[in-house]
């Protein structure tokens, strides 16, 4: 039976343009430095936000000024040193590693909330994590093997 599948196409479209979006910075990474490079981002985001914030005539939403406080602070403390740490590791891991790497963290966000929060995983969950790191166990592998050498393959 077909269903509305528009959120899986935004899924599988997000998917993609962060992929593309990685292996764009890792190829400028080359030029620039990552803190250059998260700075660039940054501008082009804010602009992008403007312009979005015009075309639309909509204004952001009024709040207390703590909640409003606490998210600007996440974002600064999350871009500013999360991002420039992910443009690092794509300078020197290649993007290839980096978004493998990163489709590690659901596992192991899974097993850590496990242990320190106390949640069940049933038992697809226990599957989905064991694929998951077989498939980046033989890529890993297989890359080493064919390729025999360490270091950025982007």
């Known amino acids: 039976m077909l269903t509305n599948a528009g959120g899986e196409l935004a899924a599988l479209a997000a998917a993609a343009l962060w992929a593309i979006a990685s292996v764009v910075y890792g190829f400028v990474g ?45 974002g600064v403390i999350g871009i500013s040193w999360g991002d420039t740490a992910f443009m690092g590791a794509l300078n020197y891991l290649g993007p290839r590693r980096v978004l493998l790497i990163g489709t590690l963290s659901p596992p192991i966000t899974a097993i850590l909330s496990m242990i320190w929060l106390g949640e069940s995983l049933n038992i697809t969950a226990w599957c989905g994590i064991i694929i998951t790191i077989l498939g980046c166990d033989s890529f890993f592998l297989n890359e080493h093997l064919c390729s025999g050498t360490e270091g950025k393959t982007g």
């Open 30 to 74: 080359n030029h620039i430095p990552p803190l250059g490079l998260n700075s660039l981002k940054g501008i082009v985001a804010i602009a992008l936000l403007i312009f979005t914030i015009l075309v639309t005539g909509e204004s952001l939403p009024t709040s207390a000024p703590t909640p409003i406080f606490l998210l600007c602070l996440s």
